[in-house]
C-alpha cells in the first residue's frame, strides 16, 4: 500500500523551520509496511491543501497530514478538510472538557472562544484523541482513500501517530512486509566500492534496492525489499549483504542499528562496570552533550572538563606548563595527558580527550586547521591518534565527534 | 515569482535522514524574493522524477531540484533531465580535469569509469561548477521554466546556491521584495496572544499575512509581505508591529535575529570583556556545545565542567558536601556553588550552572522530574531560579537549555 505525506506550513517553505514530522512519519509508517510515495509540502492557503488533497485522492491508500489546526485565523486545515469532503462541524462536549482541563492546568486563564472552537469537528471524522493538546486528530475516507489530519507539534503529532494511526493503519489495510537494511561501511568513497561490487549489484533481484548513502568518511549502503514476508525478505537480505564480505570486507564495520553509537557505548560501559568522562577541547561539550541527551547517561557517564581556553587545560586537568610548552595544545601528549586529568577529576574508568583546530583561523597552537587530535583511555588499553580532516569548522566538529565516537567504541570491543 | 523545490531520494521518504537542504533552499530563495509554492520530495525512480517536472512545467518560474547526481547507478537525475530536455551527454574536459585532481589529493586512486562518467554533461545544460565535488549543478530552460539540478550532498548543494543560483536567479528574473519579520514573545499562549490582537489582525492589509510559531514557552509572530520596494515593506511591517505594544509588550522580548542568542551574547561578552563558563549537571554539555559550535567562540568561552554525577560536583566544582546533604543537589544553594566553583577553576567573569532532574525517572536527588535550578553569576549580578517544566526529558532538556540562555541574556542588558 502507499501513502502520501502532506505537511502544511509557510514556516517550512521560507525555510524558518526545518521538517522534521515528515522523518518521523516517513520512519514510522516505512517500519509498518507502507510505501511513501512522496511527501509534498504546501503553503497553508485553502486552495493549495484542496488541490493537494484531490492529486492523491485515489492514488494513494492514506494521506496523512500535519499541520493547520492550531485555534488561531492562520490555521485552515480543518475547515478546509470540511470543505473537502462535504460535512459539517459539529461540538464535542469530551473534547471540550478536556481542553477546559488543559486551561485550568497549564494556562490558568479561562478557555476563550478561539479555543472553543477546538472542540468543533467535522460530524463524519474519527476523532484521534490528543491528550497532550487541544487540537484533535481527524481520521476520514473518501472513496479509496484515508486521509489523516494530525496537529504539526511535533510532541502532539507522534504521540497521535504512535497511539493511533499506527494500529488504524495496520487493522484497516494490513500493509506488506516492507524491509530495510543498512550497512556501515568507513575509509573507502562511493564510486571505488561501486565498482568493486559491481557485478553483485547488476545481479540483485528486481525486489530488493541498492542505495549509496556517502557521507564524512563513511558510506552506508542500504538494501530495500518489499514482498509479503517480513523474515524471508531479512534472511534474502541478510544473504545478499554476506556475500559483499569477500569483496569490501575490510571496510565493513557493522549495520545501522537502532541504537546510535553513543549508546551501544553505554552498554558496553555498563556491562564492563565502567564509567565514562570526557576531556573536550575542541569539540567543546558536543561529545558530553551527545552521551547525556540520553535517559538513563547517569549509569555510566560521570562528567565532563570543557577546556576550551588553554588555561583551563592547565588548571582543572592539570596538564603540565612543560608539556604544552614542548608540544603544543594540539599535540598527542596534550591529549594524553587530557584524558588522564580527567579521570583523575572524575574518578572515571575510560576517557575520551580531544585537542585540536577545527578553523576557520589558525588558535593558540599554531595547528594546521582541520588537525585534531583524540587520545582514548581505558583500564586496558591507551590510543592516541592524530587526523587531518578539512578546511570546514562545521565538517571539521561533526568528523571530531565521529572518529571519537568510533575509536572508543573500537577500543572497547 | 514562484518556485517549487524537488528533492529527490528514498533515504528522506523513509525517514532515515531529515531534509535540511529544502530548509536551506526555501530560506535563501525566500530572501531575494522568491515565492516558494510547494517542496516536493520524491523517489529516486525515473517515472516520478519526470512527472514531478511535468507538474512544475510553466507553473513556476524556477524548480531547483537536489538530489540523485552521485556517480552510482542509482544516481539517475542527469539522465532523466537528459531525457526530459531530449538532449544527450557530452564529455566536458575541464570537469574531468577537476575530478582527476580531486582524486589526487583526497581518494588517492585513479579516476574509475563511474566518475569518469561525472564528467559528461547534458550538451544545453549552464554547469554549475563545483569545486568541491564531483557533481556539477546544472542550469537548463524549458519553455517557460528555469530548471536547476543540485547535488543533495548539503555542503556542496550551499556552494552552489551562494556561488551560482543567487545572483543567476536575481540576473534573470528580478524577482521582486518579499520580507519576513518575526516577533518574539514570551509567557502566553497563542489564543491569548490572538484574542488581545484580534482586532489589529483583523484589520491587516491584504499583501501581509500573520502567521503564529507556538513553541516551548515562547510565541512568534511572523508578518510575511510582498511588493516592489523592500524598505517600503519593511517600514510598513515594522509600523504594524509597533501597535502591537499597547496589546501584548509585556510579553514581548524583541525581533528573531539573524544570530542565534548565544552568538548575540557572545558580542555581549566581548563587548564587556568578559569571559563565560559553564558548570552543567542536567544539561550535560550541550550549552557549551552551542557556544562553541560557532567560530571564534575562544573570544569569550573559557570552558565548562559537566559534572553529571554528583561526586563530581563535589571534586572538580568543589561543592562542599554539606550544602549537597542539607539542600540535595538540585536547589538553589548548589547551583550558585556550581557556578562559583567554575569561576574559580576556569578564571572566567559570567558563568552559568545548571542542576536538575530532567528525567523519566527520579535521581540522586529526590527532585520531582523537570525540576531546573539554573543559577547566573555576573561580576555585577548573581541570580538563582527554580523551574518545574514537565514530564518529558527532550522537551525538557531544550526548555532547559532556552531558559539558560534567556537568564544569561537578560541579566547581561
Avoid at 7 to 25: K, P, Y
Avoid at 144 to 158: A, D, N, R, W
Wanted: hydrophobic share 40%; with cysteine; charged share 20%.
Amino acid at each position: 500500500m502507499q501513502a502520501d505525506i502532506i505537511t502544511i506550513g509557510d514556516e517550512i517553505l521560507i525555510g524558518q523551520i526545518v521538517d522534521t514530522n515528515s522523518a518521523f512519519l516517513g520512519k514510522e509508517l516505512t517500519k509498518i509496511g507502507v510505501e511513501v510515495r512522496q511527501i509534498h509540502t504546501i503553503s497553508d492557503k485553502k486552495e493549495c491543501i484542496i488541490k493537494a488533497l484531490q492529486s492523491a485522492q485515489n492514488k494513494v491508500d492514506l494521506v496523512v497530514l500535519t499541520g493547520g489546526l492550531g485555534p488561531t485565523k492562520d490555521d485552515i486545515t480543518k475547515h478546509t478538510f470540511c470543505d473537502y469532503f462535504e460535512d459539517t462541524l459539529v461540538f464535542n462536549q469530551e473534547v471540550m472538557t478536556h481542553i477546559e482541563t488543559l486551561f485550568k492546568k497549564y494556562v490558568k486563564a479561562p478557555v476563550n472562544d478561539l479555543n472553543r472552537g477546538q472542540a468543533m469537528l467535522p460530524a463524519s471524522c474519527r476523532i484521534l484523541f490528543n491528550h497532550h493538546g487541544t487540537a484533535m486528530g481527524m481520521w476520514m475516507k473518501k472513496e479509496q482513500t484515508v486521509f489523516v489530519s494530525l496537529p504539526g507539534v511535533p510532541f502532539e503529532m507522534k504521540y497521535l501517530v504512535n497511539e493511533y494511526v499506527v494500529p488504524m493503519v495496520k487493522a484497516e489495510f494490513a500493509p506488506p512486509a516492507l524491509v530495510n537494511k543498512t550497512m556501515m561501511t568507513y575509509g573507502l568513497g562511493e564510486s571505488i566500492i561501486a565498482e568493486k561490487i559491481e557485478s553483485w549489484e547488476t545481479n540483485l533481484p528486481s525486489h530488493i534496492k541498492l542505495a549509496y548513502l556517502p557521507n564524512l568518511g563513511r558510506v552506508r549502503l542500504r538494501l530495500s525489499a518489499k514482498g509479503s514476508s517480513e523474515s524471508l525478505l531479512l534472511k534474502e537480505i541478510d544473504q545478499l549483504f554476506k556475500a559483499l564480505y569477500p569483496l569490501i570486507g575490510d571496510n565493513i564495520t557493522g549495520f545501522e542499528s537502532e541504537d546510535p553509537i553513543e549508546l551501544q557505548i553505554g552498554g558496553m560501559l555498563i556491562k564492563n562496570g565502567w564509567k565514562l568522562a570526557t576531556a573536550e577541547s575542541c569539540t567543546g561539550g558536543s561529545l558530553a552533550a551527545l552521551f547525556t541527551q540520553h535517559a538513563g547517561a547517569s549509569a555510566y557517564f560521570n562528567g565532563s572538563v570543557v577546556s576550551y581556553a588553554t588555561d583551563a587545560k592547565k588548571e582543572i586537568l592539570q596538564v603540565s606548563d612543560e608539556i604544552i610548552k614542548e608540544y603544543s595544545v594540539v599535540s598527542e601528549p596534550v591529549a594524553l595527558a587530557m584524558a588522564k586529568g580527567v579521570l583523575n577529576q572524575t574518578g572515571a574508568d575510560v576517557a575520551v580527550a580531544t585537542t585540536g583546530n577545527l578553523g576557520p583561523t589558525k588558535g593558540d597552537s599554531g595547528a594546521e586547521i582541520g588537525t585534531v587530535v583524540i587520545a582514548v583511555i581505558t583500564p586496558e588499553k591507551e590510543l592516541v591518534q592524530t587526523f587531518c580532516f578539512g578546511k570546514h569548522r562545521v565538517r571539521n566538529l561533526q568528523k571530531a565527534l565521529n572518529k571519537s565516537l568510533e575509536l572508543l567504541y573500537f577500543e572497547m570491543l
